[in-house]
């Protein structure tokens, strides 16, 4: 994060999670198994493995799409 010059938050939006999330995972508390916080993970250097670029909706932002019809 440093060398890139983002915050907990500016990570958070870039990925499309909350910042709690990321601060649970720069503290070790989140398992980081699957989905955006593996991907965080990676992309910090905490995890290896492949993470995937593509943002993460938030629960009710696929709630949402799933009732709308538009991907999630």
Known sequence: MD???LS??????QFGVSASLV??????TKPCKRGASHNIAVYLG???GQAVAKRQP??????AAQHTG???
Do not use: H, T, V
Not at 8 to 13: D, F, K, P, T, Y
Not at 58 to 63: E, G, L, N, V
């Open 3 to 5: 060398e890139q010059g």
């Open 8 to 13: 907990q938050a500016e990570l958070a939006r």
């Open 23 to 28: 601060d649970a995972i720069l503290r070790g």
């Open 46 to 48: 905490l995890k290896r």
């Open 58 to 63: 938030f629960p009710a932002q696929r709630a």
């Open 70 to 72: 538009a991907p999630a």
